[in-house]
């Protein structure tokens, strides 16, 4: 079983191999399904955006049964994402929380734009439009669209936050080292993730 630190060392050596075209696709094997089918233990859970762009088994060149993925645009934390969260950590057990927003997320740009969107909608960019607030204050001078991705940033780093405050579970299992939660950024055109560190 991983540590945190080592299911981090993981993600970080899958996203190496991802970025220098030298991904290993590992366990996708009929093996790896039977082994699986037995049960799964990831060790680590990812909570990515819904875009297309962004898949985090290929970003981090990991296979069946190795990470937990939920995707929602705009990686914010609702109340359904929370759940899994949490199923992933309890039942699951996984050692390490990514929280993974992206380079050019059409959704960041929306609210950053006030662009009109649909009620449903209008839940994620009322999320997007607190980290639009930190992202002002933070860097005040930025072009539009280097600001867009400062509000990107800054919104993973807002769902991390907020799992952390909303879920008993998760503030216990961080307390006893069992788990840790980052967040991280990732280029779409580089492939590169950036880990935005930080404690929560
Ligand atoms: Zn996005």
Redesign the pocket.
Known sequence: MLTPQQALEELKAGNRRFVSGRSLFPNVSPERRKETFAGQKPFATIIA???SR?PPSYIFDQGLGDIFVIRV???ICGKTVLASVELGADHCVTKLIVVLG?RK????SMAVKNSPVSEAVREIINKIKHAELTAKLKNPDLSEDDFIEAVSRENARNTAAELMKRSILIKEKTIRGELEITAAWYDIESGEVEWLGGHY
């Open positions: 955006c819904s875009d962004t645009a705009g990686n992206h997320c059409g959704v960041v």
